[in-house]
């Protein structure tokens, strides 16, 4: 007998925490890991709300985001080994020919 | 304390602290074994939710294909500690109080909406096991799960383009 | 997935297979052309199946496909495809030009081979989707689809000032289409549907506000054909487009203006074309005797032929508005001939330039001594060209100029004057035409660069015999051809019989 | 195979189902020498070439022969149905044969005539490609002239008007084709313009009479619903005597187009640039006289409008006269003809407008022996010439002085030219005869064919228009005259030039059908004598008894017209027979009587000048004028380009500046100091490091949820 709002918080912490790594961290397979944890935090809130409402649709959706997750990781990891191939570093703030 | 609450929390616990462990770790590796416990835990929710299917998808893809992806191309680089964090300057200081007033908004959130605090009753037998999830999915998601297919293969060649590319390059080089 | 295998929906798509195909093959540029030459061959093929599907007999619309596409807040949008007498023979001659088309670039393009062949392939489906959309949605979705890869042949591998030339094209034919799209969307929420057979069925738009919409739709595709005065994208498009683009411009996408009129103006505001005859007839009119008046006077042979398709196609506006079947029957035919014949031109164009690298007359003379097989064709296509009986041109002409008189007095168009002053244009034709023939192929060989000049090689041959068979076929012996069309024709007829009783 | 594809008969018996062979025999022809000739190349010869032709040809006529004897059993004609063709709502043109008397007279002239000259034609372009230098043209000419002759049948058996006039401009095109036969010559002496230029004024000025006829055309198909001969004619008393009128009229135009009378006929002096069995063949005998046919052919429309049949008389008669007064004054020996030939279509075209339709037809047959007679002979004497000039190797070396001629005398030799002939008659007796049998036979003396034909024009003209009476009789004068002019200045006196003492006689291809034309130029009359009229009753079959009522022998007038005839070749005589000048610059004897008359005359009353100054001018004006001036610079680059184009863009300049500079100087400066310190602000935030980017992203979810939540 959980109330909702304990996986909402629950939630809301990984999440923010997921936004922290990106934001914190230079990393890039770490901020890139710290992604993949807020979608992880969306995933349980989705399925606790389909529990509550007792619809499939929300486990669903996490089953597609769970798919787009596994393709955006094989082409972002791809994208990082090419950078780094290149760059010969994957430091995210060694990258910054985007200067205006 | 029912014991429900009891495993939810302690499980809780080791989420958050895996989460902050994959945060702070400087260790690359730490970090992607921390983030597996993570996702570990998280699969246990979703049994708890009702959610078999799901939480086995979490375990196999996430925990097994995406994580041990991402472990070959730490190792593939050699990026377990890759230069120093050093100082984020004016950054971190302010990604800190932001992420504190989401959390804060989120509490807010949690506190005053009536309706999330309603509680989750035990799953009926029937629902959300593989087969009714199978039933949704090729039914009334049919085309979006086609899409989804199209989705991976666009992918799957564009992973194979960009490394073609790498590869071109190394011969131009020499 | 039957959907696929639906005749209409196959000749549609079959180019874009190719353009699937072609998008694999970035560095392999011969086999481009090879796969690009392919699938047009296919698709004629294809669109030979449609024929041999089609009933002559049956004036309705047949090999009818409908899904419903966008159907939101009433507007109910519809994927339609379907074919009569009056498309037909349209859609088998652009699947017939693309070929030929093709072939002719094969050492005339040489840079970006892959995406040349792209873009043709993608003009091939928004070309036959266009004269087979059903649906005014649709229709205009294949319109302005066809602007695109237009653009980008003449943009990229156009002359000197290509860039010039393609805005212009696009902004042009754009701004019409504005007006078209506008009238589209009153058509769709006051009447609450697009399909066209549902529209002419339901009929009953007052007389006024059909007067609008006609204008409306008739401003884009008078844009298209051109009608004077609004041909001045024509010649810089021409001139500057690549020889396969202009071919493709003037044997195609020209018609879809004039087809434009037959299948839209026509039936959807009856009163109207009744009513405004006399207007489009003396545009027409005006356009037959200055585009041949205009003609005569180039010193760029493409040009001259530019010129000219605007004398040829006021011809075919011309008989439209005659709105018998002489005039409707005999603008049809017009059409496919002026496909014919211009196409033929322009090929023959890009012949001597591709040898020469110069257009100007001035710079020929006495070429028939030289390659007497190329002067030869020259000018049976150039006398095709100007309405020689037995040659294809004489049969439009014929029955253009004998609708036109006799919707003359007491017909739509009120006067024979129309259809006398056009005749004027036959005279004209021939002036402009032998002027070029004998400025590039008679006299003394006065230019010593011409001396050498290969004549025609196998595949130039290969390019420009079936043109020639056609010529000759169509001049000969029509019949096969006004059969197709016949039936619809007669039919969209009784309705400005009783139009025109109506009026007088 | 061929009867197979006629689709319907009567049955009827004869040889009826042969008729589309009339056409396609010649086609057949003109395919097997393109096929044969791309396949042996140079294997293929000339006598390959000319014999397959001629083979081709003399079928045609054998054909025309069996349906002339078809014909003996069934007077009125059949028609043959061969091809649907053009079929829309009330239109239905079939390709029909019409073969009735009068469309076999046609056939068996065409055909007949035609043969001849195809003969002729190989002996003679034998030659002539070789002095033009281009011996591969030889299977061209032939190709061609096949062609011509398949056209020409396709005109003369349609059943209806438009079959007619596919015919009409198929010939129009061979025309065109063979004008400018030589197509790369320049602007050449013998006729003052070039070849094609020349054959380019054919075809437009035809086209000026096509347009007409196909006004006609559409007029009729309005007023009857259909355009084949026979129910065309039915309906003639229903349609309204205006609309009949317009019709005839603008028929009559068509057929001055194609019949070269006045004011179109301008096209034809110049066709004689032409090879000479060309001029024979289409300008003189048969093409030219579709016109004639044309109207016979329509006989009932225009008997049903006198009006349009006195203007069509008119035409005629004036252009008989205007043309022989042109003819006296030339001194090209094919030019003549070519005058003398409009006259003679003027005369045809008279007949036929006074409704003596049988006259014009007698005419036009005699006309076409004659004539072509005339043309081969003047072909004759102008190769004997050049062949003196400078032989060919397979002539021998019989003139090999002539060798020291030098370039520059080469450069103006014009074998045309009836100045440097003279005394010919000793050289080339075979040709003389036969040409003086031609010329006696245009001077309208008894009894050559041309006195019978013509006298019956003037008989009938004598009835009906005494105007065009006066007008034809003149010019009969006039034409004893100039072809006594003619023959004096060519064959008699003495030779003016080396080549002139020295003319070659043709070979014997080209003397036969000489002989064989001046045969029927001799005994051409006895087709319709006076009492027998065999032409009459075997026209009338068609044509009906009301438009071909024989016409009765008048003795006064046949007495008038021979004396006159004899008086004019008399005064040839006085004029240029009895001191024959010696010299090729001599003055002509009559230039200086006439004075400013001759100068007219022999420029032709300048009506090129005319036409040049009031038409072609003005036309290429205004050509260039609309190209250029209205087109390009006003609506192309003046209206697109600079008013709308920088219009555009001037607008759009317009609404940028006065931010920039201009109206609110001042405050511009501070608004762009202003504009310096946000864009600082801004590259702040443009650091390029993407966390930054995120943050700000994170910094904008916080907001947007923050404002969700407590505002929302």
């Known amino acids: 007998m959980i109330p909702v709002s304990y996986y909402f918080a629950l939630s809301a912490i990984l999440f923010t925490l997921g936004a922290l790594g990106v934001l914190i961290r230079k990393n890039a397979i770490i901020i890139f890991m710290s992604v993949e944890l807020m979608l992880n935090a969306a995933n349980l809130l989705f399925v606790a709300f389909a529990r509550t409402y007792e619809a499939l649709d929300g486990q669903i959706y996490v089953f597609f985001v769970i798919a787009v997750a596994a393709a955006e990781v094989a082409v972002g990891l791809a994208l990082i080994v090419a950078i780094y191939r290149s760059k010969q570093s994957i430091d995210i703030d060694e990258l910054s020919s985007m200067k205006g | 304390m029912t014991p429900d609450l009891l495993i939810f929390f302690s499980l809780a616990t080791v989420a958050v602290a895996a989460a902050i462990g994959m945060l702070l770790s400087r260790n690359a590796v730490y970090s ?105 999915l090729f039914s009334e998601f049919l085309l979006p799960f086609e899409v989804t297919s199209v989705l991976l293969l666009a992918a799957m060649v564009g992973v194979i383009v960009l490394t073609k590319e790498q590869k071109k390059k190394g011969k131009d080089a020499k | 997935m039957d959907f696929l295998l639906e005749p209409l929906n196959l000749v549609t798509f079959t180019p874009f297979l190719g353009v699937l195909v072609l998008l694999f093959l970035k560095e392999r540029e011969d086999l481009a052309r090879w796969v690009s030459l392919a699938t047009a ?101 294949f319109w302005e689809f066809t602007l695109v890869p237009m653009y980008f042949l003449i943009g990229i591998w156009g002359g000197g000032q290509r860039m010039y030339a393609a805005i212009k094209f696009f902004l042009y034919t754009m701004a019409g289409s504005i007006l078209m799209l506008l009238a589209i969307l009153w058509l769709g929420i006051n009447q609450g549907s697009f399909s066209v057979p549902d529209l002419a069925a339901m009929g009953g738009i007052p007389a006024n506000i059909q007067y ?293 | 195979m061929l009867a197979a594809m006629i689709s319907s008969i009567e049955e009827v018996g004869g040889f009826f189902t042969s008729v589309p062979l009339i056409v396609f025999l010649p086609l057949a022809g003109l395919l097997l020498n393109i096929i044969l000739g791309a396949i042996f190349k140079d294997r293929w010869g000339e006598r390959a070439s000319s014999g397959i032709a001629i083979a081709a040809v003399l079928g045609a006529f054998v054909v025309s022969v069996l349906q002339w004897l078809s014909l003996q059993g069934h007077h009125e004609g059949v028609t043959v149905m061969f091809k649907e063709w053009i079929q829309i709502g009330d239109l239905d043109i079939p390709w029909e044969f019409r073969v009735d008397t009068l469309s076999v007279t046609m056939m068996l002239v065409v055909s007949g005539v035609g043969t001849l000259i195809h003969i002729y034609a190989a002996g003679y372009m034998h030659y002539d490609v070789r002095y033009k230098e281009d011996p591969a043209s030889y299977r061209r000419f032939f190709i061609y002239l096949n062609l011509f002759i398949a056209m020409m049948m396709v005109l003369v058996s349609g059943n209806s008007y438009l079959m007619l006039f596919v015919g009409w401009e198929g010939v129009g095109l061979c025309s065109f084709l063979l004008i400018g036969f030589w197509y790369s010559r320049n602007p050449d002496a013998s006729t003052g313009i070039g070849n094609s230029f020349a054959a380019k004024k054919a075809f437009v000025a035809n086209r000026v009479g096509d347009f007409g006829f196909l006004i006609a055309m559409f007029l009729t198909f309005w007023a009857t619903g259909t355009l084949s001969f026979a129910d065309v004619f039915e309906h003639v008393d229903a349609i309204a005597p205006g609309i009949v ?97 409009i006259s003679q279509l003027g005369f045809m075209v008279a007949a036929v407008g006074m409704g003596a339709f049988v006259a014009g037809m007698f005419h036009l047959v005699t006309h076409a022996f004659f004539k072509a007679l005339l043309f081969l002979g003047s072909g004759a004497v102008i190769l004997a010439l050049e062949r003196a000039h400078h032989p060919l190797e397979e002539d021998g070396h019989e003139h090999d002085h002539h060798d020291d001629h030098g370039q520059a005398a080469e450069h103006h030799f014009d074998p045309q030219d009836m100045r440097i002939m003279g005394g010919l008659r000793k050289q080339i007796p075979t040709t003389y005869w036969v040409y003086l049998v031609g010329a006696v036979a245009l001077a309208g003396l008894p009894p050559l064919a041309g006195f019978f034909s013509k006298d019956e024009i003037l008989a009938d003209a004598l009835h009906a228009n005494p105007l065009v009476y006066a007008l034809l009789t ?32 043709s070979p014997r291809v080209m003397t036969i059908p000489l002989m064989v034309l001046a045969g029927l130029s001799i005994f051409g009359g006895a087709l319709n004598l006076p009492g027998l009229h065999g032409l009459t009753h075997w026209l009338e079959y068609t044509l009906g ?20 005839a004899l008086a004019a070749i008399y005064l040839a005589w006085l004029l240029y027979g009895r001191q024959p000048a010696t010299d090729a610059k001599a003055q002509d004897p009559l230039q ?32 260039a004028f609309f190209a250029e001036t209205v087109d390009w610079r006003f609506w192309h680059d003046w209206v697109h380009d600079s008013l709308t184009g920088r219009g555009f863009r001037g607008l759009a300049r317009f609404l940028a500046n006065p931010v920039d500079q201009g109206v609110i100087d001042g405050i511009a400066n501070g608004l762009a100091s202003g504009t310096v310190g946000l864009s600082k602000v801004f590259s702040f935030f443009q650091t390029g490091f993407v966390r930054n980017y995120a943050l700000m992203v994170f910094l904008g979810v916080v907001a947007m949820l923050g404002y969700l939540v407590f505002f929302a």
């Open chain 3, 212 to 504: 609008w919409l006609f204008l409306a739709f008739a401003a884009a595709f008078a844009i298209k054909v051109p009608m004077w005065p609004l041909h001045s994208w024509l010649p810089d498009a021409h001139v500057q487009a690549p020889t396969a683009g202009s071919v493709i411009l003037a044997g195609v996408l020209l018609k879809m203006g004039t087809y434009g009129f037959l299948r839209f103006n026509l039936p959807l505001f009856p009163q109207a074309a009744v009513e405004l005859a006399p207007l489009m007839g003396f545009l027409a009119v005006v356009g037959i005797l200055y585009g041949a008046i205009v003609s005569y006077s180039q010193k760029d042979v493409k040009k001259l032929v530019a010129y000219s398709s605007i004398s040829h196609l006021g011809f075919v506006v011309l008989g439209l508005f005659a709105l018998n079947s002489q005039g409707i029957q005999g603008a049809i035919l017009q059409m496919v001939n002026h496909g014919i014949s211009t196409g033929a031109l322009f090929l023959l164009v890009g012949f001597i330039y591709e040898r020469r690298h110069t257009r100007e007359m001035d710079e020929f003379g006495g070429l028939w001594k030289i390659m007497p097989v190329y002067a030869v064709i020259t000018l049976i296509v150039s006398l095709s060209s100007m309405g020689l009986p037995g040659l294809n041109g004489f049969v439009g002409e014929f029955t253009i100029l004998l609708g036109a008189w006799g919707g003359g007095e007491g017909g739509p168009l009120g006067s024979n004057l129309y259809a006398g002053f056009a005749a004027l244009g036959v005279i004209l034709a021939a002036v402009y035409m032998l002027f070029m023939f004998q400025k590039l192929f008679l006299g003394p060989v006065t230019n010593k660069k011409n001396e050498g000049l290969k004549d025609l090689n196998l595949r130039e041959l290969a390019i420009i015999v079936p043109l020639l068979v056609l010529i000759f076929w169509i001049g000969l012996y029509p019949k096969p051809f006004f059969d197709l069309m016949g039936p619809t024709v007669d039919n969209l007829v009784q309705l400005f019989q009783s139009g025109t009783m109506a009026l007088h």
């Open chain 2, 32 to 136: 992607a074994l921390f983030l597996i416990l993570n996702f570990a835990t998280v699969a246990v929710f979703f049994l708890m939710l009702g959610a078999p299917f799901i939480a086995m998808a979490q375990v196999a893809v996430y925990a097994g294909a995406i994580m041990v992806l991402f472990l070959f191309v730490i190792m593939l680089l050699g990026a377990e500690e890759l230069g120093s964090e050093g100082k984020g300057g004016w950054q971190r200081p302010v990604a800190v109080f932001l992420a504190l007033a989401l959390l804060a908004e989120s509490a807010y959130l949690i506190f005053q909406r009536g309706d999330l605090v309603s509680m989750i009753q035990p799953a009926e037998s029937g629902y959300a096991n593989p087969q009714a999830i199978g039933e949704v």
């Open chain 3, 41 to 141: 061959l296919i698709t004629f093929g294809v669109s030979l199946y449609v024929l041999s599907l089609f009933d002559p007999s049956n004036p309705g619309l047949q090999l009818e496909y409908t899904a419903p596409w966008i159907q939101v807040a009433g507007f109910n949008i519809q994927y339609a495809l379907g074919i009569d007498g009056l498309s037909i023979l349209l859609v088998l001659l652009t699947a017939f030009l693309t070929p030929i088309a093709i072939l002719s670039t094969w050492h005339a393009v040489e840079e970006r081979v892959r995406d040349f062949h792209l873009f043709f392939l993608l003009l091939e489906v928004g070309m036959i989707g266009v004269f087979l959309a059903q649906d005014l949605f649709l229709f205009y979705v």
């Open chain 4, 474 to 505: 003149a010019a009969a004068f006039l034409t004893a005259f100039y072809m006594g002019r003619q023959v004096l200045l060519v064959f008699f006196g003495q030779a003016r030039s080396e080549a002139a003492a020295h003319a070659v006689e």
């Open chain 4, 545 to 564: 008894h009301e438009f071909a009522h024989a016409t009765e022998f008048n003795i006064t007038v046949a007495l008038t017209s021979t004396l006159l």
């Open chain 4, 592 to 623: 200086a009587r006439l004075g400013g008359l001759w100068r007219a005359m022999q420029n032709k009353w300048w009506v090129d000048e005319i036409y040049e100054a009031l038409i072609i001018q003005p036309y290429r004006r205004l050509a």
């Open chain 4, 245 to 341: 009128l317009a019709i005839t009229l603008f028929m009559l135009l068509g057929v001055t187009g194609k019949s070269a009378q006045l004011p179109l006929y301008v096209w034809l002096p110049d066709a004689m640039a032409g090879p000479t069995p060309v001029s024979a063949l289409i300008h003189a005998a048969t093409m030219v006289t579709a016109g004639v046919y044309l109207v016979a052919r329509s006989a009932p429309l225009f008997a049903a409008v006198p009006e349009a049949q006195t203007a069509v008389a008119l035409v005629g008669g004036i252009t008989a006269l205007f043309a022989a007064t042109i003819a006296v004054a030339q001194s090209d020996i094919k030019k003549v003809l070519a005058y003398s030939t």
